[in-house]
């Protein structure tokens, strides 16, 4: 093969790799979900009183307690982990776990138990409404304006220094642009 055609055969299969990797989360996800919805059936069976549901899950599962709690908050919660076609997140099994925790901080903030379900509520909120199109361009006029007058580095840090920038952090930014990449690997591997 000619070196054009080696590298076009070596982007298609890095392509097909990235995608598997994406699946492979979902698929791991996926399957967590499911024995956690398993190990909720079972745990209904197994007698609560007297601590019997800890010592019936050693004897009969090779799952560890621990994680079996993790997988029964998975399928407790599965909503927040599926989109509004119920098909899991391709996120890994860990940063679903880390999703569902009672209290997240954001951008250096803590939430409580509340402020998270009203998060939670008001992302179920938006699966119902055409969001997605305001989204879309929205970003779409910020990458416009951004290529027709970039800031300079320092501008940005000094207004940000005169908090005339709230919110704006390194690690926002880095939350934000691990967050457009997770979206753009997802589509990427739905072929859009």
Same mark, same amino acid.
């Given at each position: 093969?000619?070196?054009?055609?080696?590298?076009?055969?070596?982007?298609?299969?890095?392509?097909?790799?990235?995608?598997?990797?994406?699946?492979?989360?979902?698929?791991?996800?996926?399957?967590?979900?499911?024995?956690?919805?398993?190990?909720?059936?079972?745990?209904?069976?197994?007698?609560?009183?007297?601590?019997?549901?800890?010592?019936?899950?050693?004897?009969?599962?090779?799952?560890?307690?621990?994680?079996?709690?993790?997988?029964?908050?998975?399928?407790?919660?599965?909503?927040?982990? +599926?989109?509004? &076609?119920?098909?899991? =997140?391709?996120? *890994?099994?860990?940063?679903? %776990?880390?999703? /569902?925790?009672?209290?997240?901080?954001?951008?250096?903030?803590?939430?409580?138990?509340?402020?998270?379900?009203?998060?939670?509520?008001?992302?179920?909120?938006?699966?119902?409404?055409?969001?997605?199109?305001?989204?879309?361009?929205?970003?779409?006029?910020?990458?416009?304006?951004?290529?027709?007058?970039?800031?300079?580095?320092?501008?940005?840090?000094?207004?940000? +220094?005169?908090? &005339?920038?709230?919110? =704006?952090?390194? *690690?926002?930014?880095?939350? %934000?642009?691990? /967050?457009?990449?997770?979206?753009?690997?997802?589509?990427?591997?739905?072929?859009?």
């Amino acid at each position: 093969m000619t070196p054009p055609q080696v590298l076009n055969d070596l982007a298609r299969r890095i392509d097909a790799a990235h995608c598997a990797v994406a699946e492979a989360l979902q698929s791991a996800l996926g399957h967590a979900i499911a024995a956690g919805e398993m190990l909720i059936q079972a745990k209904r069976h197994v007698k609560r009183g007297g601590g019997q549901w800890l010592p019936w899950l050693d004897a009969n599962s090779a799952v560890p307690a621990r994680t079996a709690s993790h997988y029964m908050a998975l399928a407790k919660r599965r909503g927040v982990l +599926c989109d509004e &076609n119920g098909n899991v =997140l391709p996120i *890994s099994v860990s940063e679903a %776990v880390e999703v /569902l925790k009672p209290q997240r901080e954001v951008s250096g903030v803590a939430l409580s138990e509340e402020e998270m379900e009203e998060a939670n509520s008001t992302c179920r909120s938006w699966r119902k409404l055409p969001w997605g199109q305001e989204f879309g361009r929205g970003l779409a006029e910020m990458i416009r304006m951004l290529e027709r007058n970039p800031p300079k580095a320092r501008y940005v840090v000094k207004a940000a +220094c005169k908090g &005339n920038t709230p919110g =704006l952090t390194s *690690s926002a930014l880095r939350e %934000v642009i691990a /967050l457009l990449n997770r979206y753009a690997d997802a589509l990427e591997c739905e072929g859009l």
